[in-house]
């Protein structure tokens, strides 16, 4: 079997490990009044704030890595390509500026804007759709 026939198997697993974790996660929220406290502890007392939202934000990175990696090994390579940047990047490095710079879009909107993300989460998907068509 080629390697064009198997990447299916390895996508599958990978988002059904995904979906498997993440669930997993969402079973260790405490409940406050009989419902679900998404933003408390996942480990009361811990040295870190776990909450579900910090733990499903690693685990979706990973998720991106896993997915990566899947690629490769359907495409192996990574199209190494010269963008608006005028230096040579692969697929890895676009997924790395992409994150850094989602990052910096989620920092500045905390501090510009406020606390409700989801404008920021959608302007960093539009700005990774730029840097993996553009950079």
Known sequence: MTTARRWPIPLI????AYLVLAAALASFVPLRDEARDWGAPLIPGGWMAWTFPTALFFL???LLLALMAV???ASPGGNPRVGLLRFETTRGDRLFLSLLGSAFIHLAWLGLVGSNLWWALALSVVYAIGVFRYV
């Open 13 to 16: 697993a990978v988002l059904a």
């Open 60 to 62: 979706t990175i990973f």
């Open 71 to 73: 690629w490769e090994y």
